[in-house]
């Protein structure tokens, strides 16, 4: 091969080199500038949706903050509406036992109160060793009066704990207690229940006996309070019919001398 020859062969070769080198370059270049435009493409991504999220919390804020105190105010006016609603309730069954008139009447009166503020409600009346059933409202019984409903005192539960302590007693689903109710009443598992006694002249002469059934009130911690002022008024209001027929009594006795 002449000197020539070797020449171009030299420079095909350095020719092919620089072609090699150049290539190589380029696809470097070419991989270093897709990165960058991934790069500046993903930094515009979070950018532009960093933008979004500021641009929807700062208009769903407002909104949101409007929600919430509107939410606020709903609760404040269905609280304040059911405070004013358990009132209501609460002074028309005064109002119904203060116009009874003799111990028939307000015990009627006081149980359908009962029952109107809870769910199920009786009377019941302690002879000897004997619960006597009086009236019963709610409850799924032909007898309605109550007046067939005998119970004995052993096991009246919790109405009897109450005839016997003169204390309200209180039965609540999630205390295990060992003093329930008669078989009688059909308490339902997760129902709430209470037994108030009517004193006079500290004896127990009556019981009111209170449950929610199958319908749980909205207000399941604030009804035993109500049930205990309708039987103490109610409890009252006998004290004083009795007094003023005693008195009507004794008058007309000494009248008669």
Known sequence: MDFDDRLHSAFDALAESLHHEIAARLDAARADLAGSVRAE????????????????????????????VRSQQDLRAELAGAHRAASERLLEAI??????????????????????????????LP??????????????????????????????GIIAEASETGHAVRLDPDVPRATPVPSLIGL???SRAMAVPLVMSGHVFAILYVDEGNHAPPDRDAWPARIE?????AARSIEAV????????ADGAFSSR
Request: with cysteine; net charge negative; glycine share 8%.
């Open 95 to 124: 109002r119904a036992i203060d116009i009874a008139q003799g111990l028939s009447s307000i015990l009627d009166a006081l149980a359908e109160a009962a029952a109107t503020e809870v769910g199920r409600a009786a009377i019941f």
């Open 188 to 190: 339902p598992e997760q």
């Open 127 to 156: 002879q000897g060793t004997t619960l006597k059933g009086w009236r019963l409202v709610g409850f799924e019984t032909p007898d309605s009066a109550g007046s067939s409903i005998d119970c004995p005192l052993a096991e009246g």
């Open 229 to 233: 002022i309708l039987a103490r008024h």
């Open 41 to 68: 493409r993903d930094a515009a991504v979070a950018e532009a949706a960093t933008e979004a999220r500021r641009a929807a919390e700062q208009e769903a804020g407002p909104k949101i903050s409007d929600a919430l």
């Open 242 to 249: 009795t007094v003023s027929r005693f008195s009507q009594v």
